[in-house]
């Protein structure tokens, strides 16, 4: 057992005594303090923005010139990971790069952040050798090599980069020797999955379109110049990358059946959506059906997007689709999609019904509250109060800079949207009453979930288009018990990607897996996070390995993050 | 009592060209009008962006002059609300229009609009209300019980919702948007046979529905008959291809909106006009149409609007100018043919007038109007009876009113066939028994030996 942790009482007040030496800071902290409980008080929910206190100084560049490149409008996503196994989690950002007639003193690059816990991080780019300059729009982590460590694949505007981690802190750019530049294409989401079961992971590569400077356009709305959308573009296949288990990959699209699909690919999910013991993949899909591709468990794919009821919403009609995760909201064991889209749309709850269909629940579990005025973006599916089901997290932010101008049901900065869960499979807006993070308003592209601080509730770190970050730390007032799974594989890969972990405690049974890339073309939750309510400690917790045996523990503590290691009890 | 006739087909078939929805009457906005029109856009001298804010400019300012002008008009605040919704203002949008329901709560639009803001503003309930208050306004409006219908299954009252839909396919039985909304609701409600049935209907009224395909798509796979939905599937694959096909290749740049641009400025204009003009002041309205017209040379309704204007004034050489002006921007449309002829024959310009006609039935062989007007100008000329039956007969054969039967015995009697005249002048009375012309004609022939 690794890393248990009390979750400890953070009431704000017991911060600024620990915090505060200065007696009139005191003061005025305690002041602040009483007033910000109060104004949450009774709140499931409560996120700060601690984004200034956290030392990072990252700031995100589109690379505009203003010839208003349509890549600009969708960039970036980041990655949250534990890069050096310390048992926390630190973060990625990826950033721009200048576009053509664009000039930056200092040349933009990708940053990391080691965290350093109690909410402090430290830039290690340079030394971790990880600040690409390209142009980065997605990526993930996954141990591609099963050598024990996260390694990074970020898919550009451009070339895209492998880093191999080399378990001391510092990363080697491989790209050329694995094979998985793919081109100079315009990239969207990227995941690691093991889609033949053979134990090592593969690489799904999503593509956008087909730009180049002499295809780039512009439209006009109402008088003023804006960016065009991604259907004046060619769309651009997506490739699947087989790993060899050599540290090289092979492009297997064509025989895997995933080329058979082209669209305007954006943010990707990998999960086993039908129960059959293998991960199939989800694509997000900007103005176009999304797909699904559903795997035969030889890495082999049919897409069934469109006849299972993810392509489209509810009427049919195809949605600009940004970001994609999922989870089960209705602890039906069963995993249900969400996907977010552009302004004027809602952003969609595709609800499983277990027999390779799905319901978009959307109007009525209210998953769209607060959605349809906002081009959303980032998303995620977790129990930010560990009441023992899934809430939504959505960033927000419009892509068209000049919106304003000529829309007055829309704004290009935006506040992102919180939606908590009933617990009876309905969803209520609790952005306003959910802490001054959810005030922020910038921007918002990539965001990225997982317990930053180790104290049993989720954090959020969003990516902001040519802003700062936001980095919110969760401090709702606890509500319930709850567990961290980490899993190890030994035969399947190292890191449990693709594994299904079941929770059964007392009446409630959720499950959940581990995913590598998701949401808004970002990486986060290799660890997993199950809230447990009042519930004093887990019955069984079952452990499916992709292309592995099933693992079964019982009566186990909670309120821990709990190591599992492929075959063996508990750690 | 013919050359009458002929004034009165000239004006009824000018009106039946306003095909406007535009700003509400304003009937009784009788005040004058101050400052007169300043072009601000002139596009061989402007650069695109210089042009687009010369024209919003001069769209703003007209409309804040007609608010001066009908301060309490419901039609000045609808324009106002129109204009401010076509550039993206839904807020003093929904303001304007409000005003103008407050000034005539029988402002159909006012009130159609403002339940659309609501609606795609997801404030449900209140969208119902307006919709509803819409309906008792305009009780046969095609499309309002749709919407209604949407905004009850956006707010998940899908039994309501089918009420309402089955209402509007009792009065528009030909309504593939009803159809399909049924056929949504009943899916939702999981009753797949009925929903079945509803695409179904809506394929046979619009075969290339994409939509009801993907429904019934979804139906059969809840159904568990997933080979059928794939057949679906397959149709919707290639519905949206083409579509999608279309949307790729459409432009965006500020040639487009400067099209769609000048399309708002001359609709506010023509708004603006028939305030002025239903308030009495013919001369400012001739200035809105005039600038209008010279705006976009290419959208004929403001020349159809002037040529009105010029012929209900008395002023049909003015009005055949423009209706020429038309015929030269867009030389398919018949209508415009049809007008030369009709207003050509009123001042005499007879070579004009039967090359018009002739032109009206090339352009549009299957409609009775080129022959039936043809024929009317060589009985009113007497210049070829035996034709003028010829092109009545064949106009009866493409359309049966009273005017055609009436032309029909007209030219019956002119050639001699008294019975064919008697026979023909009996059915114009059947189906216009009101018409004291018809009756007056008819026992005029009847008396002839």
Not at chain 1, 302 to 308: A, D, H, K, T
Not at chain 1, 430 to 438: E, I, L, T, V
Request: aromatic residues 10%; negative net charge; glycine residues 10%.
């Amino acid at each position: 057992m690794r890393g248990s942790r009390r979750k400890t009482d953070r009431h704000a007040l017991i911060r600024v005594w620990q915090q505060t030496h200065c007696g009139l800071q005191l003061i005025l902290m305690l002041t602040l303090s009483i007033v910000l409980s109060q104004a949450c008080a009774g709140n499931s929910v409560v996120f700060r923005d601690v984004t200034k206190e956290t030392g990072i100084t990252f700031r995100h560049t589109d690379g505009s010139s203003g010839e208003r490149y349509i890549v600009e409008t969708v960039a970036s996503g980041l990655a949250l990971f534990d890069y050096d196994n310390d048992g926390d989690v630190d973060i990625y950002f990826l950033n721009g790069a200048p576009l053509k007639g664009a000039k930056f003193r200092v040349q933009p690059k990708n940053a990391l952040y080691r965290n350093e816990g109690n909410w402090k991080f430290t830039d290690v780019t340079e030394r971790a050798r990880v600040g690409d300059t390209g142009y980065g729009l997605g990526v993930a982590a996954g141990d591609y090599d099963n050598d024990g460590d996260l390694d990074i694949y970020v898919n550009n505007h451009g070339p895209n980069v492998l880093y191999r981690n080399d378990g001391n802190g510092t990363f080697t750019d491989v790209t050329g020797k694995a094979g998985v530049a793919n081109g100079s294409r315009t990239g969207a989401g990227a995941c690691f999955l093991d889609m033949d079961k053979d134990g090592d992971l593969d690489l799904y590569v999503s593509s956008y379109f087909d730009f180049s400077y002499e295809k780039h356009k512009t439209g006009v709305a109402d008088g003023f110049d804006v960016y065009i959308g991604p259907a004046s573009f060619p769309a651009a296949p997506d490739v699947l990358y087989r790993n060899n288990g050599d540290g090289t990959f092979t492009d297997v699209s064509k025989s895997s059946g995933v080329a058979g699909q082209v669209s305007w690919g954006m943010g990707t999910i990998c999960s086993d959506y039908d129960n059959d013991g293998d991960t199939d993949i989800y694509v997000a899909n900007d103005g176009a059906g999304n797909f699904l591709f559903e795997n035969d468990g030889t890495g082999k794919f049919e897409e069934v997007g469109l006849i299972s009821g993810v392509a489209y919403d509810i009427h049919g009609d195809g949605q600009g689709s940004m970001g994609v995760d999922c989870g089960d909201y209705d602890n039906d064991g069963l995993l249900d999609f969400y996907v977010t889209s552009y302004q004027g749309q809602l952003a969609t709850l595709y609800k499983n019904l277990g027999d390779n269909a799905f319901d978009d629940v959307t109007r009525v579990t209210g998953a769209g509250e607060g959605t349809v005025a906002n081009v959303t973006w980032g998303t995620g599916l977790a129990d930010f109060d560990n009441d023992g089901d899934l809430d939504i997290f959505i960033a927000c932010g419009h892509l068209l800079d000049n919106i304003d101008l000529f829309d007055d049901r829309s704004t290009y900065f935006e506040t992102n949207v919180l939606l908590t869960n009933t617990g009876d499979g309905k969803f209520v807006n609790a952005s306003k009453q959910s802490g001054d993070g959810m005030k922020v308003l910038l921007s918002s592209r990539g965001a990225a979930l997982d317990d930053i601080d180790d104290d049993g509730d989720i954090d959020v770190v969003v990516l902001n288009s040519r802003r700062e970050p936001t980095i919110l730390r969760n401090d709702s007032p606890s509500k319930g018990h709850w567990l961290g799974v980490c899993l190890r594989g030994v035969k399947t890969n190292r890191n449990g990607v693709g594994a299904r972990v079941k929770v059964v405690a007392g009446d409630l049974t959720q499950i959940d897996e581990v995913h590598s890339g998701r949401g808004y073309q970002s990486h986060y939750g290799t660890r997993l996070h199950f809230g447990l309510g009042a519930r004093e400690k887990a019955d069984r917790i079952e452990v499916r390995w992709i292309g592995g045996p099933v693992d079964v523990f019982e009566n186990i503590a909670v309120d821990q993050v709990l190591t599992i290691t492929e075959g063996t009890g508990p750690e | 009592m013919i050359l009458g006739l002929i004034v009165c087909v000239i004006v009824v078939g000018v009106l039946l060209q306003r095909r406007f929805s535009g700003a509400n009457d304003g009937a009784r906005e009788t005040q004058d009008s101050s400052g007169s029109i300043k072009p601000r856009a002139v596009a061989t001298e402007l650069s695109p962006e210089e042009e687009t804010a010369a024209l919003k400019q001069e769209e703003m300012e007209l409309a804040q002059q007609v608010l001066i002008d009908f301060p309490n008009g419901s039609g000045s605040h609808m324009l106002m609300g129109d204009l401010y919704a076509r550039h993206g203002n839904t807020t003093e949008a929904v303001t304007f229009w409000e005003k103008s329901l407050e000034i005539d709560p029988t402002n159909f639009d006012a009130c159609r609009n403002t339940g659309r803001i609501a609606l795609e503003t997801e404030q449900f309930d209140r969208a119902v209300e307006l919709f509803r208050k819409a309906l008792e306004i305009r009780p046969n409006s095609g499309d309002l019980r749709s919407d209604i219908a949407e905004a009850l299954m956006d707010s998940g009252k899908y039994a309501e919702a089918i009420t309402e839909l089955q209402q509007e396919i009792k009065i528009f039985p030909l309504s593939f948007t009803a159809r399909f909304q049924l056929a949504e609701a009943y899916r939702q409600q999981k009753e797949y046979d009925r929903a079945i049935e509803h695409y179904e209907q809506t394929i046979r009224l619009e075969p290339e529905h994409s939509h009801a395909y993907y429904g019934l798509a979804m139906v059969y796979t809840r159904m568990g008959q997933r080979d059928k939905a794939k057949e679906y599937v397959a149709t919707v694959r290639k519905l949206r291809d083409k579509i999608d096909s279309v949307y790729s290749s459409r432009q965006s740049g500020y040639r487009e909106y400067l099209t769609s641009l000048r399309a708002s400025v001359v609709k506010t204009y023509l708004d603006a006009e028939r305030l002025y003009r239903d308030g009495g002041n013919i001369a400012r309205a001739e200035e809105l149409l005039n600038r209008a017209s010279g705006l976009d040379r290419n959208n004929t309704r403001s020349l159809e609007r002037l040529a009105s204007l010029y012929y209900t004034t008395n002023r049909a050489g003015k009005a055949l100018e423009c209706f020429e002006r038309i015929a030269r921007a867009d030389p398919n449309n018949h209508f415009s043919h049809l007008n030369i002829g009709r207003v050509a024959t009123q001042l005499r310009m007879f070579d004009k007038a039967e090359r018009a006609f002739r032109k009206t039935i090339s352009l549009a062989p299957n409609n009775p109007a080129g022959y039936r007007e043809l024929a009317r100008f060589y009985l009113r000329t007497n210049t070829n009876a035996a034709r003028a039956y010829t092109l009545a007969k064949k106009a009866i054969t493409l359309g049966r009113n009273a005017e055609a039967y009436f032309l029909l015995g007209w030219a019956a009697d002119v050639n001699g066939d008294r019975t064919g005249a008697l026979q023909a002048m009996e059915q114009a009375i059947k189906l216009q028994p009101r018409n004291p012309k018809y009756r007056q004609i008819y026992e005029r022939i009847k008396k002839k030996n």
